[in-house]
Nanobody, 118 residues
Framework: QVQLVESGGGLVQPGGSLRLSCAAS????????MGWYRQAPEKQRELVAA???????NYAESVKERFTIARDNAKNMVYLQMNSLKPEDTAVYYC????????????WGQGTQVAVSS
């Protein structure tokens, strides 16, 4: 069982920045693929950014050049640095961990609210 706890959400003005953090349990954190997803009201949950155990990253087109995902395996942490925030970035952001051990395991955090508004 993997537990994920997000933090760092809040209210920010357009053009501002926020840094989300996700603390993960588990002794094999370095093997997890970690991701950030978001879900806006009445919309489907979507992938924002992901980082593999080999440090490969991928981003949604809408956040490229603005958001950066990073991980610290020594601390079992994953981060999402969000710059140049736009109102359309408003959503609940979820941390995700998945790994393969005979079958795929997939875990979610409880989510943290990000609101971008003037």
């Amino acid at each position: 069982q993997v537990q994920l706890v997000e933090s760092g959400g809040g209210l920010v003005q357009p053009g501002g920045s926020l840094r989300l953090s996700c603390a993960a349990s588990g002794s094999i954190f370095s093997t997890y693929t970690m991701g950030w997803y978001r879900q806006a009201p009445e919309k489907q949950r979507e992938l924002v950014a992901a980082i593999t155990s080999g440090l490969s990253t991928n981003y949604a087109e809408s956040v490229k050049e603005r958001f950066t995902i990073a991980r610290d395996n020594a601390k079992n942490m994953v981060y999402l640095q969000m710059n140049s925030l736009k109102p359309e970035d408003t959503a609940v952001y979820y941390c995700n961990a998945r790994y393969y051990s005979g079958s795929w395991f997939n875990y979610w955090g409880q989510g943290t609210q990000v609101a971008v508004s003037s």
